[in-house]
C-alpha cells in the first residue's frame, strides 16, 4: 500500500493556486495546509492588537479551502490544516458555515482543542526558556501561550472519518504523521514507524521548499521555471517513500533539495524532538530515481520526550522604523550628517541610544555588525532607523525628529514612510516546556 500525500502552503500567507493543482491531478489520498509558524503567530498578535476584530485562527482559512471543499470530496481527498491557531472552535464553524453555503450534505469538519494555557498560567508554573521568569508574573502582558501537539487526535478524527482536519498548535510533520496512523496503524509506541513518518512530514510540511523555493542560487544552484514552482508530493510506504511533484510544473525535486529542507530549522538531526516521538533525521538517505523523484529510506526514532514545548508570545512594548533616502554625488557623506543629526537630537529629547539602530539598506542592515565596512563610493544609500522600547511615547521620538529631516536636513534628503501611524507593538516569543499531562486535548466534530 502506499500513501498519497500533498503539501499545499508552508505557511500561512503562502501561495493559492497550489492547493487547487494538487487537489485537480494529483491523485492523492490527503491534501494538508500548513499555517503555522513562530514568525506567523507574533504577526497575528500584533495584528489583533491594531484590529481586535480579526479572527485568532488563520484569516486565510476560508478563502484557501473554501473553494477546495466541494473538491476534496469529489476526488476523495481529505484535507487537514492547523490553521486553527487559537481558536480552532471558530475556524470550524466558519469552515462549516462556508460549507453549508456551498449545500454540502453530510461533510464533517473534526477540530482539536488544547494546548491554549493562557487562562492557566498560574497553575502550570511556565517558566522562559530564554530569561527565566515565570510567565505568571508577567500574566496581564502575555498574548498567547500554546502547546505544540502531537498526531494522535488527528489520526482518531481520520478514522472517525472526517473530511477535514483543523487544529491548532502542532508540530509541522503532525499533519502528515497523523494520516499515516491511520492508514498504518502503528502504536503509540513504535518508534521506528513514527520517526520514520515524522521524517518524511519535515521534508514536505514547508511546501514548495523541496521543489526547489528558496534553495535556488544563480549560477551555483540552478532552479528551472521557479515562477511557476510545484508543490509536493510524497508517495509513503512503511519503508520507504518518493518525493515528487505535479507534472509541468516549475521547480526542482532532487537529493539537494531534499537534503537542505532536512537541515532546514533543525538543530540536532539525530534528536530531533516531537510530541510524539523523538526522530532521528541523520538516517535517512536520499537516492534520485527519476526526473522530479527523490526515493527516501531509513528514517527511525526513540521515546518521545517526557515535556511538550510551549511556544508564549509576550507584549514587549513598542517599536518604530523611519527611512531617509540620498542619491548623486556626496550621498554617503550627506547620509552620515543626517545619521549624526537625528542620534543628537534623540539624545537631546532623553531617548536610550542604545535602543536606536541605524543601518543601511542593502549594505549592513542584514548582518548588522558582521558585516565589512561600507565603502562610500555608491550612488544612493538609504538609511535606516528604529527604535524601541516599553513605553509608547518614547517610541513617537523618533518620528517627530525624523519627519523635519525633509526641511531641516542635509540637501536633498528623501523622506520615506506613510505619514500615518507608524509605531507597532513588538510580540516577543518565548519558549517553555511543560509536563504533556497538563496538557489535556479533545476531538470534536461538526457535521453539515
Not at 2 to 30: M, N
Not at 70 to 75: D, G, N, P, V
Not at 375 to 390: C, G, H, K, M, T
Not at 392 to 416: N, Q
Request: proline share 5%; aromatic share 8%.
Amino acid at each position: 500500500m502506499t500513501v498519497r500525500i500533498g503539501c499545499a502552503t508552508g505557511w500561512s500567507r503562502d501561495q493559492f493556486h497550489p492547493g487547487r493543482e494538487l487537489l485537480d491531478k494529483g491523485d492523492l489520498d490527503y491534501l494538508f495546509f500548513d499555517s503555522m509558524s513562530e514568525l506567523t503567530m507574533s504577526a497575528a498578535q500584533v495584528a489583533r492588537a491594531a484590529d481586535s476584530s480579526l479572527p485568532e485562527y488563520d484569516p486565510y482559512l476560508v478563502p484557501r479551502l473554501g473553494p477546495l471543499l466541494k473538491m476534496s470530496l469529489e476526488r476523495g481527498t481529505r484535507l487537514l490544516t492547523n490553521s486553527g491557531w487559537l481558536d480552532p472552535e471558530g475556524a470550524a464553524e466558519a469552515l462549516a458555515a462556508e460549507a453549508r453555503r456551498q449545500g454540502l450534505i453530510g461533510f464533517t469538519i473534526a477540530y482539536i482543542t488544547g494546548g491554549d494555557l493562557r487562562e492557566r498560567l498560574a497553575e502550570t508554573d511556565l517558566t522562559s526558556f530564554e530569561t527565566g521568569q515565570r510567565f505568571a508574573e508577567i500574566a496581564d502582558r502575555v498574548v498567547s501561550a500554546e502547546a505544540y501537539l502531537g498526531a494522535q487526535l488527528i489520526a482518531e478524527a481520520l478514522r472517525e472519518g472526517a473530511h477535514v482536519v483543523l487544529t491548532p498548535r502542532v508540530t509541522d510533520a503532525s499533519l502528515v504523521l497523523g494520516p499515516l496512523l491511520n492508514e498504518y496503524g502503528w502504536a503509540e509506541d513504535d518508534w521506528e514507524h513514527l520517526g520514520w513518518g515524522i521524517g518524511i512530514g519535515h521534508l514536505i510540511e514547508c511546501g514548495g521548499q523541496v521543489c526547489g523555493g528558496y534553495y535556488a542560487d544563480p549560477g551555483y544552484k540552478e532552479v528551472p521555471d521557479l515562477a511557476d514552482l510545484g508543490y509536493p508530493i510524497a508517495e509513503i510506504d512503511e519503508d520507504s517513500a518518493i518525493i515528487t511533484k505535479l507534472k509541468g510544473t516549475g521547480g526542482l525535486v532532487s537529493v539537494g533539495t531534499a537534503r537542505e529542507q532536512l537541515l532546514y530549522e533543525v538543530n540536532d538531526p539525530s534528536n530531533y524532538f516531537n510530541p510524539d516521538v523523538t526522530c532521528d533525521l541523520s538516517q535517512l538517505t536520499f537516492q534520485q530515481v527519476g526526473r522530479d523523484r527523490v526515493k527516501v529510506a531509513g528514517g527511525t526514532g526513540r521515546a518521545k520526550p517526557e515535556q511538550l514545548k510551549v511556544l508564549v508570545g509576550v507584549q514587549e512594548g513598542y517599536m518604530a522604523e523611519e527611512m531617509m533616502s540620498f542619491a548623486g554625488p556626496g550621498a554617503y557623506e550627506r547620509a552620515e550628517l543626517a545619521k549624526d543629526i537625528v542620534r543628537t537630537r534623540l539624545a537631546r529629547e532623553g531617548v536610550d541610544l542604545a535602543r536606536v539602530r541605524f543601518d543601511y539598506i542593502g549594505l549592513n542592515s542584514v548582518h548588522r555588525e558582521a558585516t565589512p565596512e561600507v565603502q562610500p563610493d555608491l550612488y544612493e544609500y538609504i538609511v535606516r532607523i528604529a527604535i524601541s522600547s516599553p513605553d509608547r511615547s518614547e517610541v513617537d521620538k523618533l518620528r517627530y525628529e525624523v519627519d523635519p529631516m525633509a526641511t531641516s536636513g542635509p540637501a536633498a534628503t528623501g523622506k520615506w514612510g506613510p505619514m500615518g501611524t507608524r509605531v507597532r507593538p513588538v510580540v516577543g516569543l518565548h519558549s517553555a516546556y511543560i509536563d504533556r499531562d497538563l496538557v489535556p486535548s479533545t476531538l470534536h466534530t461538526i457535521t453539515v
